[in-house]
């Protein structure tokens, strides 16, 4: 994943950098810390004219980089993003079936703290988030999950 920064360009005030896969990921982020369900949601609510916001790449959310080490030395960001996109899944379905805390949300600044609650090594999520049914089958349980295909 990417880190992208969003600033208003007639103000000059950076709004927030956001990890996310692409820009529009980035927008959605935002609009969803201001309290709508996405950057289209916030469109429709308060319209910004083309080219108030301005989303610049920054670099590599540093999560990447730490899930790449916890992958080991032949990982790729890709690999990584690929991980971190599975366990957001998992998170979500965890919540959706109320398994979580009370008003907890998945949100993908806090992705750290749902992995390193996992009791098993990050490599067999990845395997998992590469489609190893035996793989998927233990991160979904250790989840408490049902197992799908």
């Not at 301005?54 to 999560?63: A, I, K, L, N």
């Not at 965890?94 to 992995?115: N, V």
Request: aromatic share 8%; hydrophobic share 40%.
């Amino acid at each position: 994943m990417k880190t992208f920064r969003i600033e208003n360009t007639i103000s000059g005030v950076v709004v927030g950098e956001y990890p996310a896969i692409s820009e529009g990921d980035a927008l959605d982020t935002m609009a969803r810390d201001a309290g709508f369900v996405d950057h289209a949601d916030a469109q429709r609510a308060a319209p910004a004219r083309n080219g108030k916001l301005r989303v610049t790449e920054v670099g590599v959310w540093p999560m990447t980089h730490c899930v790449m080490e916890r992958l080991g030395s032949q990982a790729t960001e890709e690999d990584a993003d690929k991980v971190i996109i599975f366990a957001m899944t998992l998170w979500r379905e965890q919540i959706a079936d109320g398994l979580g805390e009370p008003g907890e949300e998945a949100a993908i600044e806090r992705i750290d703290d749902w992995l390193s609650n996992r009791t098993y090594e990050w490599r067999v999520l990845w395997e998992a988030a590469n489609g190893d049914v035996s793989a998927r089958d233990h991160v979904r349980r250790e989840a408490g999950l049902p197992f799908t295909c």
